[in-house]
């Protein structure tokens, strides 16, 4: 058995610059990634098959084509790989939260997989197959700091000192915001460039976000009070919203506040990688 984190992705800043004739939009962002997250296994098995279990298993199990597997087909395919696999997604990080838990779990499949079976693929391999994938694939395939542009697939890495070993804690309010509605909420206003600085930017789909869930404001003013946070924001489209610490001990004081203030919230408590 051999197992791959499907790491958490947080957007530390993101800047809409505008939406193209088929309904996607160009955005600017810059990724980084936690310690934690989803945890994939693979072992022997005939075919390709996905096992659901951990505490957010049973939010994917309806799902008809999991990413996962679409991720594991794809790879097979383009390698015309014989041999099966069994594959079994620890959900640990929730669903629809804009910490890319889809898409950091099929980013986990194609790197799992590709050790497993053997190939002879590269980094670029992999990322070709992403992009057929999702806009935020590619990126949880590096699973590095990297700026993004265009729909967040053409990436450039970044080398941010200090960054890495950051303590971060991630907290959502338990309400799954599907990414649609909160860019069609969006007021169209292109939000220019990325600064270089990420803590000059903003998100720009945290106000459409609050508008489609407003708990997302009442969980960012919680994190906001929190001791020793150095900047609070909003992941992806949302719900997922986080805070960055100046050390682990205040971020740990921070996460034993949120299991009482807030036992219905889910927090988890990781560095930035």
Same mark, same amino acid.
């Given at each position: 058995?051999?197992?791959?984190?499907?790491?958490?992705?947080?957007?530390?800043?993101?800047?809409?610059?505008?939406?193209?004739?088929?309904?996607?939009?160009?955005?600017?962002?810059?990724?980084?990634?936690?310690?934690?997250?989803?945890?994939?296994?693979?072992?022997?098995?005939?075919?390709?098959?996905?096992?659901?279990?951990?505490?957010?298993?049973?939010?994917?199990?309806?799902?008809?084509?999991?990413?996962?597997?679409?991720?594991?087909?794809?790879?097979?395919?383009?390698?015309?790989?014989?041999?099966?696999?069994?594959?079994?997604?620890?959900?640990?990080?929730?669903?629809?939260?804009?910490?890319?838990?889809?898409?950091?779990?099929?980013?986990?499949?194609?790197?799992?997989?590709? =050790?497993?079976? &053997?190939? +002879?693929?590269? $980094?670029? !391999? /992999?990322?070709?197959? *992403?992009?057929?994938?999702?806009?935020? @694939?590619?990126?949880?395939?590096?699973?590095?700091?990297?700026?993004? =542009?265009?729909? &967040?697939? +053409?990436?450039? $890495?970044? !080398? /941010?000192?200090?960054? *890495?070993?950051?303590?971060?804690?991630? @907290?959502?309010?338990?309400?799954?915001?599907?990414?649609?509605?909160?860019?069609?909420?969006?007021?169209?206003?292109?939000?220019?460039? /990325?600064?270089?600085?990420?803590?000059?930017?903003?998100?720009?789909?945290?106000?459409?976000?609050?508008?489609?869930?407003?708990?997302?404001?009442?969980?960012?003013?919680?994190?906001?009070?929190?001791?020793?946070?150095?900047?609070?924001?909003?992941?992806?489209?949302?719900?997922?919203?986080?805070?960055?610490?100046?050390?682990?001990?205040?971020?740990?004081?921070?996460?034993?506040?949120?299991?009482?203030?807030?036992?219905?919230?889910?927090?988890?408590?990781?560095?930035?990688?």
């Amino acid at each position: 058995m051999m197992e791959e984190i499907a790491r958490a992705k947080l957007n530390l800043a993101l800047h809409v610059r505008g939406r193209e004739p088929d309904g996607y939009h160009r955005i600017e962002t810059l990724f980084a990634f936690c310690e934690h997250g989803d945890v994939l296994r693979v072992d022997e098995g005939e075919g390709l098959s996905l096992a659901l279990e951990g505490p957010y298993g049973g939010a994917l199990a309806a799902e008809p084509d999991n990413l996962v597997l679409r991720a594991a087909r794809a790879l097979r395919d383009r390698f015309a790989v014989r041999n099966g696999a069994t594959l079994t997604l620890d959900k640990r990080l929730p669903v629809a939260s804009g910490i890319g838990g889809g898409s950091a779990d099929a980013a986990a499949a194609l790197r799992l997989l590709t =050790s497993w079976w &053997g190939l +002879a693929a590269s $980094e670029a !391999d /992999l990322l070709e197959i *992403a992009r057929l994938l999702g806009a935020d @694939v590619p990126a949880c395939v590096l699973s590095r700091t990297a700026r993004g =542009s265009g729909r &967040g697939d +053409a990436l450039v $890495e970044v !080398d /941010l000192p200090g960054l *890495a070993g950051t303590a971060a804690l991630l @907290v959502n309010p338990g309400v799954p915001v599907p990414t649609g509605p909160v860019f069609r909420a969006w007021g169209g206003v292109d939000g220019g460039s /990325l600064p270089e600085d990420f803590r000059l930017g903003r998100n720009d789909l945290q106000v459409p976000a609050i508008h489609v869930a407003p708990i997302i404001a009442d969980t960012l003013a919680w994190l906001e009070s929190r001791p020793g946070a150095t900047l609070v924001r909003m992941s992806g489209s949302g719900a997922t919203c986080f805070a960055l610490f100046e050390d682990e001990t205040r971020r740990d004081a921070a996460a034993a506040d949120l299991a009482v203030a807030r036992p219905d919230w889910w927090g988890m408590a990781t560095r930035l990688c």
